[in-house]
């Protein structure tokens, strides 16, 4: 059974940082792009960041770029989404994505997630 496990997120002042992690128990994993995406209150769940299974390509939304930075480690199963300089409309609920598909990528992730998703983990930024 795929799982994937989001760390706790946390309540921020803005332009902290914050880190979240995944830990996936999927036997592809290190074969596989990965990907962040976020939901806030009243709106649509939305892209923030994929990385292919090398670690060579990386994609960010515009609202994230420069501040945030996805990474993985494929001996832990796990990937990564360092945020900083966190702002009040980064307020959502964050959840890790996987594709089943073996020929998804990074890229493709940006336009149409994958099929397995975490449980979701709360971030919220104060002003």
């Known amino acids: 059974q795929v799982q994937l496990v989001e760390s706790v997120g946390g309540l921020v002042q803005a332009g902290g940082s914050l880190r979240l992690s995944c830990e996936a128990s999927l036997r592809t994993f290190s074969s596989l792009p990965m990907a962040w995406f976020r939901q806030a209150p009243g709106k649509e769940r939305d892209f923030v960041a994929s990385i292919s299974w090398t670690s060579g390509d990386m994609y960010y939304a515009d609202s994230v770029k420069g501040r945030f930075t996805i990474s993985r480690d494929n001996a832990e199963d796990t990937v990564y989404l360092q945020m900083n300089s966190l702002k009040p409309e980064d307020t959502a609920v964050y959840y890790c994505?996987?594709?089943?598909?073996?020929?998804?990528?990074?890229?493709?992730?940006?336009?149409?997630?994958?099929?397995?998703w975490g449980q979701g983990t709360q971030v919220t930024v104060s002003s």
């Open positions: 994505n996987a594709p089943k598909n073996l020929l998804a990528t990074a890229r493709t992730l940006t336009k149409q997630s994958g099929e397995y």
